[in-house]
């Protein structure tokens, strides 16, 4: 029997028991055990690791990334690039489909969900993460993307802050978000008011700007951008 298994689209089953069929209890108490693992969702222990656990416990699951290269077990028994990996005293490999998969990821504490038609997983709750991802919104045709800059130092008085964002090919056509950041303690939001600090992206970098003799150096910034790409 194969160690692959794709849920929820009709065009591939998950295994069933054909009639006679020699051991059969094995067919059967796999289907139970993962029906009983994915119930109501599944729970990831990670999303973006490569090398094979070295001392899975049965039951875990982790979410194979979308790219890099595969290492251990998981290279060796054939598993794919994006396939979810359970341990059940070995490992079977869910290849996501359909539109109702969702995840829990526990070291991160966020919820996702998959999508067919990008072939993507999403989240479901805002992230203040320096890892680009698809929000699960579109803007038009265009995806819309979030990234978070963390502790940028803040300008000096009457000075500028270039920070790179490292996003490939934002899209400046189009609105970017800018949500509420932070000097330490003091929230301020965007647009600033006449006089205090202003902001800018354009293809490379995160601009402020500080128009008053105000030094905000000792402070530091977090800024989360939403952005479509070309």
Not at 183 to 201: M, W
Not at 219 to 227: F, G, H, T
Request: with cysteine; net charge negative; glycine share 8%.
């Amino acid at each position: 029997m194969t160690n692959l298994i794709k849920l929820t689209s009709a065009a591939t089953p998950i295994s069933l028991l054909s009639e006679g069929q020699a051991s059969g209890e094995i067919t059967q108490n796999q289907m139970n055990n993962l029906f009983d693992l994915f119930a109501g969702g599944i729970t990831l222990v990670d999303r973006d690791i490569l090398a094979t656990p070295g001392s899975p416990s049965n039951g875990e699951a982790w979410l194979i990334p979308a790219s890099g290269t595969i290492t251990g077990d998981w290279s060796t028994d054939g598993a794919a690039l994006g396939d979810i990996a359970v341990y059940l005293d070995g490992w079977l490999y869910v290849r996501p489909a359909g539109y109702s998969l969702l995840a829990f990821v526990t070291d991160e504490k966020i919820l996702i969900a998959y999508s067919e038609v990008e072939g993507e997983w999403f989240p479901v709750q805002e992230l203040w993460s320096t890892t680009e991802h698809w929000t699960g919104r579109y803007d038009g045709a265009d995806k819309v993307y979030s990234k978070t800059l963390r502790g940028i130092t803040a300008p000096t008085a009457s000075a500028t802050v270039n920070t790179a964002h490292s996003i490939t090919g934002v899209n400046l056509t189009k609105m970017i978000r800018v949500q509420p950041f932070w000097f330490d303690n003091l929230s301020l939001c965007f647009p600033a008011p006449a006089g205090s600090v202003d902001h800018q992206v354009n293809g490379t970098n995160f601009i402020l700007a500080n128009n008053v003799a105000f030094d905000f150096s000792g402070w530091s910034v977090d800024v989360r951008l939403e952005y479509t790409k070309t």
